[in-house]
C-alpha cells in the first residue's frame, strides 16, 4: 500500500509542477495520435463515404479487409512499418525510423480502418431514397457523398474518436518505429512502460493521469458536440 | 397547352430479365399536369423514375426536343417529390434552399427564392424550424417547395400524398393545384387514387402492369376506357358480355343478359359479342318508373347493400347483374334493402363498347 501511495504522491507533484518530462510526452502523444488521426480522418471518411455508396465487384471483400484492419494487433503494424523505414528499406531513404514520422504513418495504419469502416457502416445507415432525391435535385456524385458525410455527421463523429481511441493508447507499434527516444518520440504509453519497467511508479501514475485526462477530454468534447448537434 | 415538353421513346426498364416498364412512346405536354394512374405494383413509380433519368433505362428521352444526355444537367431542369419527403437535417429554409445550392446560387438569391417557395405552398411562417420537427403534412409541404425552388420546367410528383391523413392530404392537393396552375407548371403526377387524378390531371394516363394502357383527358378515359381491366381499375364496375342484335345510325341495341339494352356507342368494328361497360354512379334508382330521357329503365331486385365511405353500393339483379353507386342519403330515402324492388336507369349515352379481347 505504501507502494501505492509514494507513487500517487509522486504522481501528483509531478502533474501539479508541469515535470518537464510529462509534459514533453503529452505533447508527443497529442502531435503524433492527433496527426495520425487527422490524416486518418481526411482520407479515410471520404473513402468510406465512397465504399457505403459503392457497388462493384469484391466490394465484400475489401470491407472484410477493412473491418479485420479495426483489429490489427499494434505490434503487427510495428513490424511492418519498422521493415518499410528501416535503413535498408523499401523506404529506408526516408530516414524516419526512431522518428514521429515513422509513428504517425503507424498510427495511421491503425487509426483508417476503423474510420473508413465506421464511415462506411454510417452512410450505408441513410435512406437510400436520400442518395436519389437529392440526385434528382441535381447534385453531383460529388455532391452527393459531401451530403450524406454531413448528414451522418454524428455518427462520423464516433468514428473519429474511435479512430483516436485505436491510437491513443497504443503502444506496441509507436515503440518499435518510434525507439521511446527521451523528448522526442517518447509518447506517454511508452514512458509509462519504460518507468514501470524501472519501478518508478509515481512517473508512470503521473504519466497515466494525464493519458487519462487525454482521452476523457477528448471524449468529453466529443460527446458535448454530439449531443448539442443531436438537439439543435 | 403547346408542345411537347417531354418525350420518352422506346422506354423500357429491365429487372432481371423482367421488362418492368415499357412505353413505346410517351409524351407530356408543356403546361398540363398528366396523371398516371395505376394501382400498387404497376410500376408508376418506375416509370417516373426513368422519365427522371434516375434508374437505369434504355430508350430515348427528349426534352423540348432536344435528346437529353447530359443527365445532371436535365435534372437540373426538373423537380422530383416522392411519397416520402427526405428532408435533410436541417431548418427548413435551408431544405426548400438545397436545390439552389446545388446549382450555386448565392445565399441571397437561394434564401429568397426558398422563401417564396415555402410561402407559395402555405408554410413560410415554418422557415426558420429544423425540418425534423415537423409534421408529415407540413415535411411533405417542404418537399414541394424544395421541388419548386429553382423554377423548374418539368415537376415530377410520385404520390406525395399518399402518406397523409385525409384532411392533411386534401389540404396539400389544393395547395399543390394552386402552386402548379398558379405559375403554369408542367407536372406528372403519380397516383393511384381516382379522384386526385381527376381533381389534378388535364390529362390520365392509366398504367397496368408496366404499360400505359390508356392517355386521354379524364373524363375520355372515365367514360370510354380503352379495355375491361382499364375500366375495371377506373372503377366501371359493371362490364356485362353483350350481344349486339341491332345498328341503326345513332343507336346499338344489345342484348345483356334477360334485356335489351341501347346505347348510342357503336360495336367495336367486326364485335358482335362485345362487353357493355357502365359506371355504378350513372345508374340512377327510383322507386318506380320515371319520366325521363333514360332510354334504358329497368325493374330490379336489390340483391345487396354495402355502405362505401360516403356512399353506398348497390348490387341489383335486372335480368343481368348490375352495380350502381348512390349517396348514403339517397338510399336511405329510398329505403333500400336487400329484396326490396326499384327501377334501374341509366342513358343511352352512357354504356361503352369494349372488345371481349384486348387488341395489342
Same mark, same amino acid.
Given at each position: 500500500?505504501?507502494?501505492?501511495?509514494?507513487?500517487?504522491?509522486?504522481?501528483?507533484?509531478?502533474?501539479?509542477?508541469?515535470?518537464?518530462?510529462?509534459?514533453?510526452?503529452?505533447?508527443?502523444?497529442?502531435?503524433?495520435?492527433?496527426?495520425?488521426?487527422?490524416?486518418?480522418?481526411?482520407?479515410?471518411?471520404?473513402?468510406?463515404?465512397?465504399?457505403?455508396?459503392?457497388?462493384?465487384?469484391?466490394?465484400?471483400?475489401?470491407?472484410?479487409?477493412?473491418?479485420?484492419?479495426?483489429?490489427?494487433?499494434?505490434?503487427?503494424?510495428?513490424?511492418?512499418?519498422?521493415?518499410?523505414?528501416?535503413?535498408?528499406?523499401?523506404?529506408?531513404?526516408?530516414?524516419?525510423?526512431?522518428?514521429?514520422?515513422?509513428?504517425?504513418?503507424?498510427?495511421?495504419?491503425?487509426?483508417?480502418?476503423?474510420?473508413?469502416?465506421?464511415?462506411?457502416?454510417?452512410?450505408?445507415?441513410?435512406?437510400?431514397?436520400?442518395?436519389?432525391?437529392?440526385?434528382?435535385?441535381?447534385?453531383?456524385?460529388?455532391?452527393?457523398?459531401?451530403?450524406?458525410?454531413?448528414?451522418?455527421?454524428?455518427?462520423?463523429?464516433?468514428?473519429?474518436?474511435?479512430?483516436?481511441?485505436?491510437?491513443?493508447?497504443?503502444?506496441?507499434?509507436?515503440?518499435?518505429?518510434?525507439?521511446?527516444?527521451?523528448?522526442?518520440?517518447?509518447?506517454?504509453?511508452?514512458?509509462?512502460?519504460?518507468?514501470?519497467?524501472?519501478?518508478?511508479?509515481?512517473?508512470?501514475?503521473?504519466?497515466?493521469?494525464?493519458?487519462?485526462?487525454?482521452?476523457?477530454?477528448?471524449?468529453?468534447?466529443?460527446?458535448?458536440?454530439?449531443?448539442?448537434?443531436?438537439?439543435? | 397547352? &403547346?408542345?411537347?415538353?417531354?418525350?420518352?421513346?422506346?422506354?423500357?426498364?429491365?429487372?432481371?430479365?423482367? $421488362?418492368?416498364?415499357?412505353?413505346?412512346?410517351?409524351?407530356?405536354?408543356?403546361? $398540363?399536369?398528366?396523371?398516371?394512374?395505376?394501382?400498387?405494383?404497376?410500376?408508376?413509380?418506375?416509370?417516373?423514375?426513368?422519365?427522371?433519368?434516375?434508374?437505369?433505362?434504355?430508350?430515348?428521352?427528349?426534352?423540348?426536343?432536344?435528346?437529353?444526355?447530359?443527365?445532371?444537367?436535365?435534372?437540373?431542369?426538373?423537380?422530383?417529390?416522392?411519397?416520402?419527403?427526405?428532408?435533410?437535417?436541417?431548418?427548413?429554409?435551408?431544405?426548400?434552399?438545397?436545390?439552389?445550392?446545388?446549382? +450555386?446560387?448565392?445565399?441571397?438569391?437561394?434564401?429568397?427564392?426558398?422563401?417564396?417557395?415555402?410561402?407559395?405552398?402555405?408554410?413560410?411562417?415554418?422557415?426558420?424550424?429544423?425540418?425534423?420537427?415537423? &409534421?408529415?403534412? $407540413?415535411?411533405?409541404?417542404?418537399?414541394?417547395?424544395?421541388?419548386?425552388?429553382?423554377?423548374?420546367?418539368?415537376?415530377?410528383?410520385?404520390?406525395?400524398?399518399?402518406?397523409?391523413?385525409?384532411?392533411?392530404?386534401?389540404?396539400?392537393?389544393?395547395?399543390?393545384?394552386?402552386?402548379?396552375?398558379?405559375? #403554369?407548371?408542367?407536372?406528372?403526377?403519380?397516383? #393511384?387514387?381516382?379522384?386526385?387524378?381527376?381533381?389534378?390531371?388535364?390529362?390520365?394516363?392509366?398504367?397496368?402492369?408496366?404499360? =400505359?394502357?390508356?392517355?386521354?383527358?379524364?373524363?375520355?378515359?372515365?367514360?370510354?376506357?380503352?379495355?375491361?381491366?382499364?375500366?375495371?381499375? =377506373? +372503377?366501371?364496375?359493371?362490364?356485362?358480355?353483350?350481344?349486339?342484335?341491332?345498328?341503326?345510325?345513332?343507336?346499338?341495341?344489345?342484348?345483356?343478359?334477360?334485356?335489351?339494352?341501347?346505347?348510342?356507342?357503336?360495336?367495336?368494328?367486326?364485335?358482335?359479342?362485345?362487353?357493355?361497360?357502365?359506371?355504378?354512379?350513372?345508374?340512377?334508382? &327510383?322507386?318506380?318508373?320515371?319520366?325521363?330521357?333514360?332510354?334504358?329503365?329497368?325493374?330490379?331486385?336489390?340483391?345487396?347493400?354495402?355502405?362505401?365511405?360516403?356512399?353506398?353500393?348497390?348490387? !341489383?339483379?335486372?335480368?343481368?347483374?348490375?352495380?350502381? #353507386?348512390?349517396?348514403?342519403?339517397?338510399?336511405?330515402?329510398?329505403? !333500400?334493402?336487400?329484396?326490396?324492388?326499384?327501377?334501374?336507369?341509366?342513358?343511352?349515352?352512357?354504356?361503352?363498347?369494349?372488345?371481349? #379481347?384486348?387488341?395489342?
Amino acid at each position: 500500500m505504501e507502494l501505492i501511495a509514494n507513487g500517487l504522491l509522486e504522481a501528483a507533484r509531478r502533474v501539479v509542477t508541469l515535470d518537464p518530462d510529462l509534459v514533453d510526452a503529452a505533447a508527443a502523444t497529442l502531435v503524433v495520435s492527433g496527426v495520425a488521426t487527422a490524416l486518418a480522418i481526411l482520407t479515410g471518411v471520404p473513402l468510406g463515404a465512397w465504399l457505403g455508396r459503392a457497388r462493384f465487384p469484391g466490394r465484400d471483400l475489401f470491407l472484410s479487409l477493412v473491418n479485420t484492419g479495426m483489429g490489427l494487433p499494434p505490434v503487427v503494424v510495428g513490424l511492418f512499418v519498422a521493415v518499410l523505414v528501416w535503413r535498408s528499406g523499401p523506404l529506408g531513404q526516408l530516414d524516419w525510423y526512431c522518428t514521429r514520422e515513422a509513428m504517425v504513418v503507424a498510427q495511421y495504419i491503425l487509426a483508417a480502418p476503423t474510420v473508413i469502416g465506421l464511415t462506411a457502416v454510417a452512410i450505408q445507415s441513410v435512406d437510400p431514397m436520400l442518395p436519389i432525391q437529392l440526385a434528382a435535385l441535381g447534385a453531383s456524385s460529388r455532391q452527393v457523398l459531401a451530403i450524406l458525410v454531413r448528414e451522418t455527421r454524428l455518427l462520423l463523429l464516433t468514428a473519429a474518436m474511435a479512430g483516436l481511441g485505436a491510437v491513443i493508447s497504443e503502444i506496441g507499434a509507436s515503440l518499435m518505429v518510434g525507439c521511446n527516444i527521451k523528448g522526442d518520440t517518447r509518447i506517454l504509453t511508452t514512458a509509462i512502460a519504460l518507468d514501470t519497467s524501472k519501478g518508478e511508479f509515481g512517473s508512470a501514475f503521473a504519466l497515466a493521469f494525464v493519458l487519462l485526462l487525454i482521452v476523457f477530454a477528448v471524449n468529453a468534447l466529443t460527446t458535448w458536440a454530439q449531443q448539442r448537434q443531436a438537439t439543435s | 397547352m &403547346s408542345g411537347e415538353l417531354l418525350e420518352a421513346r422506346d422506354l423500357r426498364v429491365i429487372r432481371g430479365d423482367r $421488362e418492368v416498364v415499357r412505353a413505346d412512346r410517351f409524351a407530356v405536354m408543356e403546361g $398540363e399536369t398528366l396523371a398516371i394512374l395505376g394501382p400498387n405494383g404497376a410500376g408508376k413509380s418506375t416509370l417516373v423514375m426513368a422519365l427522371a433519368r434516375l434508374l437505369p433505362a434504355s430508350g430515348e428521352l427528349r426534352f423540348r426536343g432536344v435528346k437529353v444526355t447530359d443527365e445532371q444537367a436535365y435534372r437540373r431542369r426538373i423537380g422530383v417529390v416522392f411519397q416520402r419527403p427526405l428532408l435533410l437535417d436541417r431548418t427548413v429554409l435551408e431544405n426548400a434552399a438545397i436545390g439552389l445550392e446545388l446549382r +450555386g446560387a448565392s445565399r441571397r438569391d437561394r434564401e429568397a427564392r426558398a422563401q417564396g417557395a415555402l410561402a407559395r405552398v402555405g408554410i413560410v411562417q415554418l422557415a426558420n424550424r429544423r425540418a425534423r420537427s415537423l &409534421s408529415g403534412g $407540413e415535411a411533405q409541404r417542404v418537399s414541394i417547395a424544395r421541388a419548386i425552388a429553382p423554377g423548374p420546367d418539368l415537376l415530377f410528383l410520385d404520390e406525395p400524398f399518399a402518406g397523409l391523413d385525409a384532411p392533411t392530404r386534401d389540404a396539400a392537393i389544393a395547395d399543390l393545384a394552386r402552386a402548379v396552375r398558379g405559375e #403554369h407548371l408542367t407536372a406528372v403526377l403519380v397516383t #393511384h387514387d381516382r379522384d386526385e387524378a381527376l381533381t389534378l390531371g388535364d390529362r390520365v394516363a392509366v398504367l397496368l402492369d408496366g404499360r =400505359v394502357r390508356q392517355l386521354d383527358r379524364p373524363d375520355v378515359v372515365f367514360a370510354t376506357p380503352a379495355d375491361p381491366e382499364v375500366a375495371d381499375f =377506373v +372503377g366501371v364496375e359493371n362490364i356485362l358480355p353483350a350481344v349486339v342484335t341491332r345498328v341503326t345510325e345513332d343507336l346499338t341495341e344489345l342484348r345483356v343478359g334477360e334485356q335489351l339494352v341501347e346505347t348510342t356507342s357503336l360495336p367495336p368494328a367486326g364485335e358482335t359479342f362485345p362487353l357493355m361497360c357502365l359506371a355504378p354512379d350513372d345508374v340512377v334508382l &327510383s322507386r318506380g318508373e320515371i319520366a325521363s330521357s333514360a332510354r334504358n329503365q329497368f325493374a330490379a331486385r336489390v340483391v345487396r347493400v354495402e355502405p362505401i365511405g360516403r356512399r353506398t353500393r348497390i348490387v !341489383l339483379d335486372c335480368g343481368f347483374p348490375l352495380v350502381a #353507386h348512390v349517396t348514403r342519403r339517397s338510399a336511405q330515402e329510398l329505403g !333500400l334493402r336487400a329484396d326490396e324492388r326499384v327501377v334501374a336507369s341509366f342513358k343511352a349515352t352512357v354504356p361503352h363498347l369494349l372488345p371481349r #379481347h384486348r387488341r395489342n
